[in-house]
């Protein structure tokens, strides 16, 4: 079966974060002090069955030439830092992305969310393959504007969702794919820990 990477983002999930906290591989506190890429996702946070992969930022039919690939370029950061993880090279995938914007964090956020709200729902990516978005509620991370997408061709039937969020003095821009239906309590779950380990 053919299948379309996951690149830095393919949907959105809009959110202000309040103060979220993990056990769960959680930083200690005055984490925001640490290194954004030692903030990050790892290994121990995403456990045995993941393992890390590169972090591509085009996908297989040339996502990047989408509205909602990359949704943080809308706003220029002091420093970016990503990482990708999948299960035994295929599906399911998480791509995490933090960016540290330069000057206002709520200037930046804005540019980043208003750059998704102007995105048609539906966008073919070549080769008969098609992405239908649609709102997705995820009232765990607080207030939000959420879109999931549904990839379908002759050979293709995946689902994926990415969470932008305020988190701390950081945007972080968080991606997930899977076979079939949206695994949504996954999400959360994986949302949650890395909002807690950034320090929200």
């Not at 045995?48 to 706003?75: E, F, G, I, Q, R």
Request: net charge positive; glycine share 8%; charged share 15%.
């Amino acid at each position: 079966m053919r299948r379309i990477t996951l690149g830095i983002t393919r949907l959105a999930v809009a959110a202000s974060v309040g103060m979220a906290t993990l056990s769960i591989a959680a930083l200690p506190a005055g984490a925001r002090d640490v290194p954004v890429r030692d903030r990050l996702l790892n290994k121990l946070s995403m456990g045995t069955a993941w393992k890390t992969a590169k972090v591509t930022t085009l996908a297989t039919l040339d996502y990047a030439a989408t509205c909602y690939a990359h949704p943080l370029s809308a706003a220029k950061g002091a420093t970016t830092a990503s990482i990708k993880f999948v299960q035994q090279g295929n599906l399911p995938e998480l791509v995490e992305q933090v960016l540290v914007p330069k000057g206002s964090l709520n200037a930046a956020y804005t540019k980043v969310t208003q750059a998704l709200g102007k995105c048609p729902p539906t966008e073919t990516i070549g080769d008969g393959t098609t992405a239908t978005f649609s709102s997705l509620s995820l009232p765990s991370i607080g207030t939000n504007t959420a879109y999931q997408s549904n990839i379908t061709s002759s050979d293709v039937n995946e689902s994926q969702a990415i969470i932008v969020a305020k988190v701390g003095n950081d945007i972080l821009d968080l991606g997930y794919a899977n076979s079939g239906p949206l695994q949504l309590t996954t999400v959360e779950n994986y949302a949650l820990i890395a909002i807690s380990r950034l320090g929200g």
